[in-house]
């Protein structure tokens, strides 16, 4: 039985537990309570920070090179001062894009400070290309080299706006002297230029030593080119890479859910970790909190604005009954809602691990990766490291 099958399996006993407590009518599933019950019950069995914080957000826009920056500060409410995550959003999303995972590292005592280039947020939609649905020429720009480097070069002058704006009222709660960058998709491309990537084309930036490690969701590997182990070689940073077997996109750059891992294959060992979830479409990995949240408008505003889900017409979760073949306890949307939260979360808590060992150094977390985190996924994802 491989992983994808093992997930279905255990989804539809899941399901069933949950139709016989709920009794029958239409929403003999249990709805979201129920499941979420499930979710809650296997969460509380892996690793979890000591206390969940009350959070606040604000939002502002920063000039770096003359270009405007959105930017989004989710943090803890109080008066303590917590370390850094910087999230680069996916290609076609704002600042306020990928809410579960900004949500679950600021519950877990982290600010996470989002930012995205005008140029690359919801600007894109009024191209021609956009308007004429050239999902993939657009897309091939922007995750060129030429464009990487520019954005690498934003994101040094966004370190740099860190240091000068310190003592504002925003970020006067923010331990700079701690930080993770985060991305997703093409942000994913530009935080692994920070963990040490080398690209033809991008010149190598000195990044704050403050810095302590990556995460790349939906990783991106371009196989066009030759001497690939080379491009990742140099990579010391602690890295966690995010992926599934069915984390491919819709505009057509990466049609085979196997080239993410590479990025991982190739890195040099040393606190190294990849998640693959059994059965996580892209738009799962983009920090989406539901499948039904992107509507088949795929508009941004409704959770999700990537471009992969733009150009899938807001194609979701791939199994169950939006695949037509019966799927995971052939339940249709309720399967699918379990799956993707199940998901989701053993995502989250990964995650978090990953950040509390690499950033604040906890040696509880390093110590649960290592030795727990794998017998606590079970058949729902595979955590390699090295």
């Not at 930080?179 to 930036?205: E, K, R």
């Not at 790349?216 to 196989?223: C, G, N, V």
């Not at 070689?233 to 491919?248: A, F, H, Q, Y």
């Not at 190294?272 to 920090?287: D, E, Q, R, T």
Request: with cysteine; charged share 20%.
């Amino acid at each position: 039985m491989n992983l994808r099958q093992a997930t279905a399996a255990l989804c539809a006993l899941v399901v069933v537990a949950l139709a016989a407590c709920a009794g029958s009518g239409p929403h003999a599933f249990g709805g979201d309570a129920a499941s979420d019950a499930v979710v809650e019950r296997h969460v509380k069995r892996g690793y979890a920070p000591d206390r969940a914080y009350a959070t606040t957000d604000a939002r502002e826009t920063w000039t770096v090179d003359g270009e405007p920056i959105e930017v989004s500060l989710l943090a803890p409410s109080g008066d303590g001062r917590y370390p850094l995550v910087v999230f680069l959003p996916g290609l076609g999303d704002t600042a306020e894009s990928g809410l579960a995972w900004r949500k679950a590292w600021a519950e877990a005592d982290y600010a996470v400070l989002a930012v995205q280039p005008a140029s690359e947020g919801n600007a894109i939609w009024k191209s021609e290309q956009a308007r004429l649905g050239d999902f993939s020429a657009i897309a091939r720009a922007h995750f060129s080299a030429m464009s990487l480097a520019r954005r690498a070069r934003l994101l040094d002058g966004v370190f740099a706006e860190l240091s000068r704006r310190a003592s504002s009222a925003t970020l006067a709660h923010v331990d700079a002297s701690r930080i993770a960058v985060a991305g997703f998709d093409l942000g994913a491309q530009t935080a692994m230029i920070v963990a040490g990537q080398s690209v033809d084309g991008v010149s190598a930036i000195r990044w704050p030593a403050s810095v302590k490690s990556v995460i790349a969701l939906s990783p991106y590997a371009d196989f066009s080119g030759m001497g690939l182990a080379a491009d990742f070689r140099e990579i010391r940073m602690p890295v966690l890479g995010v992926t599934s077997g069915e984390d491919t996109d819709a505009y057509g750059l990466v049609t085979s859910a196997s080239v993410r891992r590479a990025p991982f294959q190739y890195m040099p060992p040393g606190r190294k970790y990849l998640l693959v979830l059994a059965g996580a479409p892209h738009s799962l990995i983009s920090g989406r909190e539901s499948p039904d949240v992107a509507s088949s408008r795929g508009s941004a505003d409704a959770g999700g604005g990537t471009l992969s889900s733009r150009a899938a017409r807001g194609a979701g979760w791939r199994g169950g009954r939006d695949r037509g073949d019966g799927g995971p306890g052939a339940t249709g949307a309720s399967s699918t809602t379990v799956n993707w939260k199940m998901e989701l979360a053993d995502a989250k808590v990964v995650c978090v691990a990953f950040l509390d060992a690499t950033v604040k150094d906890d040696s509880v977390a390093r110590e649960w990766l290592q030795k727990d985190a794998q017998r606590w996924l079970g058949d729902l994802g595979q955590l390699s490291s090295k």
